[in-house]
C-alpha cells in the first residue's frame, strides 16, 4: 500500500491557506480537507439548534454526531461561510473533546485520502503540529492581520454579506487571540514548518512557493 503524501497547511484566519490547499490539491492530485469547515460545521449545528456556541456540552454532542454522511453536506452549506459561524466554530474548538471527537477523521483522510489519491492536502491551525505531526511538508500561511482583514472583508461582501472592515478586523484580532491562546491545539507554527508570509504575495505567487519547497522534501514522490 502506498503511504500518502501528507501536506499540512497552517496559518491564522483569511492568510490564504485554503485557495492554496485547494490548488495544490488539484494540481497534485492529492485529495484536500478544509479542517475548518468542521469545527464550522459543528458551530453552525449549535447555531441552528439555538445552542449558545460556549455551550461545550452541546458542542461535545455535536461534535461526536458528525460522521461522514452528516458532515459531507453541511460542508458544501453556504451557510458555514458565514462570519458568525466562524466565530462559533472558534469558540466550540476550544474544548478538548470537540478537538477530539474530530480527530481521528482528519487523520483517517490524510492517511487513506478518498478516491485512491496518493496524498492528502489538510489546512487548518493544528495540522502540522498535533493531527499530523509527522507529515512531510509542513507550510505555516499568514499576512498582516490588515491585509487578511481586507480580504476577508471582499469575501465577504463577494457573498453579498454586509460587512464594514473595522468590523471584520476586530472580529479577526479576536478571533486569531482566541486560536493562539487556548490551551488545546493552540495556533502556531510547527518547529518544522515552512513559513510563508503572503502579505506582499498574489495567489499565484504564494503556489509557486509553496510548490517549490514540496518538491524539495524528500520524502515528496514525482509526479508528472
Ligand atoms: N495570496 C493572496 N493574495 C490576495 N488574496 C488572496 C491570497 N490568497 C487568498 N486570497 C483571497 O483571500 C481570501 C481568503 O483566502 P482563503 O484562502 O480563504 O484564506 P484562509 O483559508 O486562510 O482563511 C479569499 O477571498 C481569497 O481569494
Ligand atoms: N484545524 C483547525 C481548523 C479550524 N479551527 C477553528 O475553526 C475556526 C474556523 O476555521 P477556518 O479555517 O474555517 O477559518 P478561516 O481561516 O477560513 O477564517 C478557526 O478560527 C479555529 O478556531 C481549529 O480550531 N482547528
Not at 497552517?10 to 478544509?34: C, E, N, Q, V
Not at 453536506?73 to 461561510?81: F, G, I, T, V
Not at 479576536?174 to 507554527?189: G, I, N, W
Request: glycine content about 6%.
Amino acid at each position: 500500500m502506498t503511504i500518502s503524501f501528507i501536506v499540512a497547511i497552517d496559518g491564522p484566519a483569511a492568510s490564504g491557506k485554503g485557495t492554496l490547499a485547494r490548488r495544490l490539491a488539484s494540481t497534485l492530485g492529492y485529495a484536500h480537507l478544509d479542517t475548518g469547515a468542521l469545527y464550522r460545521a459543528v458551530g453552525l449545528t449549535l447555531l441552528r439548534a439555538g445552542h449558545a456556541p460556549d455551550d461545550a456540552r452541546a458542542a461535545i454532542a455535536a461534535a461526536s454526531a458528525l460522521d461522514a454522511a452528516t458532515v459531507l453536506p453541511l460542508m458544501n452549506d453556504p451557510a458555514l461561510r458565514q462570519d458568525a459561524v466562524a466565530v462559533a466554530a472558534s469558540k466550540v474548538s476550544v474544548v478538548p473533546e470537540v478537538r477530539a471527537a474530530l480527530l481521528d477523521f482528519q487523520r483517517d483522510f490524510a492517511h487513506r485520502p478518498p478516491h485512491g489519491a496518493k496524498g492528502a492536502v489538510l489546512d487548518g491551525r493544528d495540522v502540522g503540529t498535533v493531527v499530523c505531526p509527522d507529515a512531510p511538508a509542513k507550510l505555516y500561511v499568514t499576512a498582516d492581520v490588515e491585509v487578511r482583514a481586507r480580504r476577508r472583508l471582499s469575501e465577504l461582501r463577494n457573498t453579498g454579506a454586509e460587512a464594514i472592515y473595522e468590523a471584520v478586523l476586530e472580529d479577526m484580532k479576536v478571533r486569531d487571540a482566541r486560536d493562539s491562546q487556548r490551551a488545546v491545539a493552540p495556533l502556531k507554527p510547527a518547529v518544522d514548518a515552512f513559513l510563508l508570509d503572503t502579505s506582499m504575495m498574489d495567489a499565484d505567487q504564494a503556489f509557486v512557493a509553496a510548490m517549490d519547497f514540496i518538491r524539495s522534501r524528500p520524502a515528496f514522490p514525482d509526479f508528472h
